[in-house]
Each structure stands twice: as C-alpha cells, then as structure tokens.
C-alpha cells in the first residue's frame, strides 16, 4: 500500500473537556423573566486536548492552518513568546521551544469557541481583528517530518501486532491484535476495528467497535465491546488487556510509517506501538477440494494413535474428524484470512480417554480462533488470534475409506435449520434418535442397511461425477420405540432420492444433495 505523507489541522477532544465555571454579577431581574446565564470562563489546564497542524500566518493572526476557519493560537499569561522574522520562541514552566511558521507542531490545550469564555488576562493576548475559532494552549512541541500520519486510507484493511504497550514489551506467550476495516453500512462515516486482546476478542461491528480516523492523524474510539473470557495464564494476562483496552480507547493520534503504526493519546504521548501483520499472497480457490491431516500445533504433536482431519468441500463448507467425532462447518476465506462461522460436532460423544476428548475440545476451540492460512509446499498452516499455528500436511494417499466394501453408519443429517439472530437458515447437523442406528454399505451398483427399523436396499449409479439412486425398497415392520423412529426411517429413505454426489474423507463419507443438505457417515470399525 502506497503511503502518503499529508498533513493538515489534527484536533481531537476524545472524551477531554475544558474545565468551565460560572463568573458572572448576580443581577435582579423582572418577575417571571428567565434569569440570564451566566457566560462560562475558560479554565484549561496543561493537556485537555491535541492539536497537531502547521503553524502559519493569516491576515497577521497566528493559526494552526492556512485559512480564518483554522484555530487562532492563543497563548495563556504565563506563556513567554517572541516572534523574529519566521521563528517563534515560547517558554513555558521549564520548556523552552523554537519552531518556525509553516512548521507542523503539536499543540495541548483545548479548542475554545467564544471570546467571551476567555478570562480578562488571556483575551489581552488575543489580537484584535482574529476571530475564532480559538486554541487556548496547554503546550507546544515540534512534529518531525517521519512523525505524520499517513492518510485514513492507509488504516483501511491493515492488520497489526502490538509490539510496546506503554512503553513496556509484552508478556511472553501472549498476542494482542488490532484490524481496521471499512464500516459495512454506507450511511455510517466510522470504520469498524477489532482484534484480540490477549484473552478476549473485542470490536467487529458498527456498534462494538467504531472508529474514526481522519487525513491529518486524528482518531477517535468511542465505544469497544469486549468478551468476557478469564484466563488464568499466563500470569498478569488479564490485567495486560484491560490495561491496553484502556489505552486504546484514550486513543487520540496516529502514524503509519511503513510496517509500523503508533498510537497516542491526547498527551502527544506514545502508549501502542504495531507492526504490521505478516501477509500471504494467497488465493481461497485453492482450498477447494483438498484434504488434510493434522501434523501439529505450536510444535506439539497429536495423541498417539490418533488422527485430526480437515477436508474442504467447496468455497464455504468443510468437514473433517476432530480424533474422536466427526464435524461440519462453514468457513470464509479472502486473500490469506480465513474465519469459521460455526462448527458442529456428529455422532455420538466417544468413549476414548479423557486426554482424546481434550485434545478434540482444544483443537475445535482453536478452529474458532483462526484469523488466517498459509497454502503451500505441501503444507496448510492455520494461524489464529492468540498467536497458534497448526500445520497440516496433505491426507496421504489410501487413507481414505473405499465406498464399496465399507459399512457405514450415519452419524447425522445435515440440513437447513433457522438459527435466531441469523439473517438466513443453516446448514446443520442433526444427530440420529437416541438408540437408534441407521446404515448402508455399497456393493456392486447397491446400497443396502438398516434404516432405524427396516432393512433396506436401493440401486445406484455413479457416472464419475453424479450419484443417482433409485427408489429404495424396505421390509414393513412397524417400530414405536424409541418415538420418532419411523418418522426418522422414512426421512432418511426420502432423502437417498435427492443424492447427487459423495466425499470422502478420511473414515468420513458425505453423501450430498445439490442443495448443499448431506447425509454423514463414519466407517464402522
């Protein structure tokens, strides 16, 4: 991305008000008259705002930009300032600054609308013929040239790593991010931030975590959403992220300097510091039809003896076997981001070890961190927010379950289900009735099993590429128990009748309709 270096009026008021009291004569006034109020006078102390533009001279008033609607500079009493030819000395406690008009500087103090809000002593330093709007400063300090901003654009679509939290590195084994997108809604001028804070997620919508950033380096966080996780490690975790929640709601400034961003707040002081996120050049359509085996996470191998698989069907749905049940998501992928939308589980809970289970309840909580991919020399890897890697390798050949001469047992249906929140229905899984079991095995162009209380069996054809079943024959036996078990036959001999095509993947076998609903069968042991 293409950085530019432009710069103009930068004033922020985040949420920092100027002090006013009232100080006007009590007078008497006529019965039933509303009684005058009083005009406010400007307290302002050293840092209520900032305000960073060049200082330039218009019709002899001194302005933080080049027209009468930048602010005026208005010095307080205890200000020192010499003007001589362009170079303007202040000295102020125990400051002393030189800087030259056309010079970009930054100013603290606040933004004064009013003449009239001015006590007696400051409107004395205010020429006369400048009219407001006015800057009462609080301080004053050079920007260096490598210190703009970029523009608002330059923030649009970037992703970044915090590097310095106030100055301090952060704790080991931890990961703080912060993305900035454009607002979803049109009629909305706020972007729309959000990352992962260390244990939380915060931010991702027009309500949770709008921003506003402007071409000369303002920026404004009024409202971040955070989750409400607790992690108990590593140690002092939780008291990082609320400490930088905190700080980058105080955001008031920013820089894009190539690879790195810094953020300030309305002291002119550097509290976040980022680098940018490592990209991939990647293309989603890649994924399409690859199968993969689990080799690692964060270095460390699988349980021995079992197998984590991942496979994706298409350019939105993926299936795999978790090491101990099998289980169906939604992804989306662009560029190298990726994120899954919701994953279920099939089957029955396993009866392996409490360490299989664990693995298997890590692995798809992982799943459901993950922010980006890398595809490449035979490798996948899934990168997530709290800073894991897995890596895939490529599901090796004959792992897969041959269709014919396998029997299989149906682990659930997956079919549109109306999800509350969602704008449309869901493709879903639906396990079978308790004590139920439902299979089928292949041979020679026929599918025959039991369906919950009948056998069955059906003719079939498959062309390479498309699956037709004929209409299945089953045996008349009438089943009340458990309840629903015969609605559930007829659903699945109905369901056979809409199959186009079959996956499979590892021990998993997806028989599927051209809709997107599908049947989901293990291999049987």
């Not at 013929?129 to 800057?135: M, Q």
């Not at 996470?297 to 069907?313: D, Q, R, V, Y």
């Not at 664990?358 to 927010?385: N, R």
């Amino acid at each position: 991305m293409k950085h530019m270096r432009t710069l103009g009026l930068l004033v922020l008021l985040m949420g920092f008000t100027l002090s006013a009291v009232g100080c006007a004569a009590s007078e008497k006034t006529p019965e039933n008259e509303p009684t005058p109020m009083p005009t406010p006078m400007v307290v302002v102390t050293r840092m209520t705002a900032l305000c960073i533009g060049p200082l330039t001279m218009v019709d002899g008033c001194l302005r933080t930009g080049d027209s009468e609607a930048s602010n005026l500079v208005v010095w307080p009493p205890d200000f020192e300032v010499s003007v001589e030819n362009d170079t303007i000395r202040v000295l102020y406690d125990d400051h002393e600054v030189e800087v030259r008009l056309g010079q970009v500087v930054r100013l603290g103090g606040g933004e004064v609308k009013s003449l009239e809000a001015f006590d007696e002593r400051t409107r004395q330093q205010i020429p006369a013929g400048c009219p407001g709007p006015y800057w009462l400063v609080g301080s004053i300090s050079p920007v260096e040239e490598t210190e703009w901003p970029g523009t608002s654009a330059d923030l649009v679509g970037t992703e970044w790593v915090l590097i310095s939290l106030n100055g301090e590195s952060l704790i080991e084994g931890t990961n703080i991010t912060l993305n900035f997108a454009a607002s979803t809604e049109p009629s909305r001028s706020e972007g729309i931030l959000s990352g992962f804070a260390g244990c939380n997620a915060y931010g991702g919508g027009p309500d949770s975590g709008p921003y506003t950033a402007t071409d000369e380096g303002t920026l404004t966080i009024p409202r971040i959403a955070v989750t409400a996780q607790l992690c108990l490690t590593p140690e002092g975790v939780i008291q990082q992220e609320v400490a930088y929640i905190e700080t980058l709601r105080n955001a008031a400034a920013y820089r894009v300097m190539d690879d790195r961003l810094e953020i300030d707040n309305a002291a002119g002081e550097t509290t976040l510091v980022f680098a940018r996120k490592e990209e991939f050049l990647m293309n989603p359509s890649h994924l399409v039809g690859t199968e993969w085996q689990l080799l690692s996470w964060n270095g460390s191998s699988l349980i021995e003896g079992s197998t984590i698989t991942l496979a994706f069907h298409d350019e939105y749905r993926l299936s795999g076997h978790a090491g101990c049940r099998g289980y169906v998501a939604t992804y989306e992928a662009s560029g190298d981001d990726i994120s899954f939308h919701w994953l279920a589980m099939t089957g029955d809970i396993c009866t392996g070890s409490e360490a299989l289970l664990e693995q298997e309840g890590e692995y798809t909580t992982i799943l459901g961190w993950a922010t980006d991919y890398g595809l490449g020399e035979g490798k996948l890897e899934i990168l997530t927010a709290r800073g894991e890697v897995l890596v895939f390798e490529p599901l090796p050949e004959g792992a897969d379950a041959s269709l014919e001469g396998t029997a299989w047992a149906l682990a659930a249906f997956i079919e549109e289900k109306t999800v509350e929140g969602m704008p449309t229905p869901l493709l879903m899984p639906t396990d079978l009735l308790a004590e139920t079991e439902i299979t089928a095995t292949f041979e020679d162009g026929t599918v025959s099993g039991s369906a919950g209380c009948n056998t069955y069996s059906a003719a079939y054809t498959f062309d390479g590429s498309f699956f037709t079943f004929e209409a299945p024959a089953a045996t008349e036996m009438a089943c009340s128990d458990p309840a629903g078990v015969m609605e559930q036959e007829q659903r699945y001999l109905g369901f056979l009748g809409d199959i186009t095509t079959y996956h499979i993947n590892g021990n998993q076998l997806r028989l599927e309709t051209g809709d997107g609903r599908a049947l989901v069968f293990t291999a049987q042991e």
